[in-house]
């Protein structure tokens, strides 16, 4: 079974431009969470995904969005980035909601 | 709110040295307790998880680690390390109730050195 997958792997971007990461979960799994990972922040949660509907959200400005397909398949949005966003963004799958997570190797975004 | 404490930012340990790795929480209400590792331009890799039972959690790779709910504790251990388990570890939380993200420590850098 394939793991999580995440797209695309690397990015750069610069101040002021808009960003969509996304997220494919194991097949079979209706659950995504999203996690940012900052050296001086550590790990971070974003946000929670169940059956299109987010179902939990982390302490990040609104520029931070989500969502889900009917596929379970997840994209998350970041809007008129800052320096301060370049991150590992982290993607978890798990088969519902509350059950064990499996990350993906997560997208590594550059703020320039 | 639950808070996840992680005494040691890095340990170095020589190989086939015994090691711990150290981590303690804080909740007012009952969590369930995770260990994940990250090798360098990976994600995370789930080690153990504590939900109920035996304090003695056995994981991949040779870790284990012991709940004490007395002290907070979750302390990761391996009784014989290999240069192949240098990475990060991280102690992870979550509520069995309500708001259920998990909340992780800052990480513990484990060099295991020939």
């Known amino acids: 079974k394939a793991g999580v997958t995440q797209t695309p792997r690397y990015l750069i971007k610069t101040r002021g431009q808009q960003v969509t990461l996304s997220c494919s979960p194991i097949s079979g799994h209706r659950s995504v969470s999203w996690y940012q990972q900052t050296p001086g922040q550590g790990l971070q949660f974003l946000f929670e995904y169940f059956s299109e509907t987010q179902r939990n959200k982390g302490n990040f400005p609104g520029r931070f969005s989500g969502r889900q397909f009917s596929n379970s398949r997840s994209e998350m949005n970041v809007s008129t980035l800052e320096l301060g966003d370049s991150a590992l963004y982290l993607c978890?799958?798990?088969?519902?909601?509350?059950?064990?997570?499996?990350f993906g190797p997560g997208t590594r975004l550059t703020v320039l | 709110a639950q808070s996840v404490t992680q005494l040691d930012s890095q340990v170095p340990v020589f190989e086939e040295a015994p090691v711990e790795l150290r981590c303690n929480y804080s909740s007012s209400v009952s969590v369930y307790l995770f260990w994940y590792v990250q090798y360098p331009n990976q994600g995370l890799q789930l080690l153990l998880k504590y939900l109920s039972g035996s304090t003695l959690v056995k994981g991949i790779n040779g870790f284990e680690a012991e709940f004490n709910k007395s002290q907070t504790s979750f302390h990761l251990r391996k009784p014989s390390v290999h240069i192949s388990d240098t990475a990060e570890y991280f102690c992870a939380v979550r509520l069995d109730t309500g708001r259920r993200a998990l909340t992780f420590g800052s990480g513990t850098r484990l060099q295991v050195q020939p």
């Open positions: 978890a799958s798990s088969l519902l909601l509350n059950n064990e997570q499996f």
